[in-house]
């Protein structure tokens, strides 16, 4: 999706379009910049900059807290458009999906005449633009899509990957950020062909390397979609939250690591996952940072189970009184659910039961329908503008 967050912003205010928009909070704040519009960019803001940077590049600009919860209801419909053309997907994040589309083509056409008709379906039935990248792996599909923004389509033909990608400077890779970037320039590497014809990038960044290669190349190192949960599947789930002001507030805290459980709960559940591997992260205001796991007997998706986990590893582990910058709330370890014998919700099918009814409710309603009683009491703030914690969840599904 292009500039999603932006985008849907504008759906509820026509009169952003055109305009540099940055979503993530007030300039002045001290969080960081979740999605800018591409008038914004033209100042150099971007997703991940301090949202005061934003500001003296482009302080003019219009600052909005977003809607996280909203962008998740989007989502879920671009979700059930792209179910309508494969039944393979694969969710790498809320704005970003892969689609597997082998054995469609006697219904839905050729991939370029599929691309097509599925960029006219968002478009019409959501009025949000996308771009499209079709190739024959994962890497290609989305460097396709990257050099289709916004809002086209792009087919590179299996064959064709080294001749197309070769004048790309290596920072389009997906996975290469600015510490590899600068590395590579050392080494006299700045494009894909440059990158393809060294011999020595295992020598210098080990199996890294040899994955650097290959995506040049146009080759994923894993195939394309498992039944199962498998290599292609996301490792993790996360959710975190930075603090427009450090709180020691232990009342914030828990909402706030409420919230954030039911967030990656309600994910595990989408995806059909269940997990073994409960992970606090905790962030101090001097950005000391910890992180704390707890490895569960039996794997859950339950907010109940994961909430109770993660305020032990809290407790256990917060300086109390000490101020916190930032909380997350990580899961791993996946099995699908049903492939252990035994049950969990403390052995109680009402569990299931009730969190199946909750998430229909939010399907239905939106995020915000149901809570958990601790989150409920974050929320009943947030409706009379007393809300402390402010939350606004950023995912992130680490492959």
Known sequence: MDAFFVSVEELLDPSLKGKPVIVGGAKDQRGVVAAASYAARKFGVHSAMPLR?????????????GHMELYREYSDKVRKILCRFSPK?????????????????????PPLKAAHGLHNAIGTELNLNCSIGIGSARVVAKIASDLA????VLFVHPGH??????????????????VTEARLHEMGIRTFAELNARQDLEHEFGVVGSAMAGKARGEDAGGWFDEEI?????????????????????QVLETTLARLTEMVARRLREQKF????????????????ITRAHSLPEPTSSDHAILSNIRVLFHNNWRKGARVRLLGVHVSGFDSPGSTASFDFDGDERWRQALSAADRLRDKYGESAVHIGTALKANIRERTHENPAGLRGKPSDKQ
């Open 53 to 65: 940077t934003a500001a003296k590049l482009c302080p003019d600009g219009i600052y909005l807290d």
């Open 161 to 178: 990957e080294i001749r197309m990608f070769a004048g790309l400077p290596v920072r389009k890779m997906p996975g290469i950020g600015k």
């Open 149 to 152: 923004k916004p809002n086209g």
């Open 89 to 109: 997907i694969e969710m790498a994040s809320v704005d970003e999906a892969y689609l597997d589309m082998t054995g469609t083509a006697r219904l839905l056409g």
């Open 274 to 289: 269940e997990a073994r591997t409960i992970q606090l992260k905790l962030r101090y205001s001097d950005f000391h940072t």
């Open 230 to 250: 498998g290599e292609n599947a996301p490792k993790s789930i996360s959710h975190e939250h930075t603090f427009g002001d450090d709180t020691s507030d232990v």
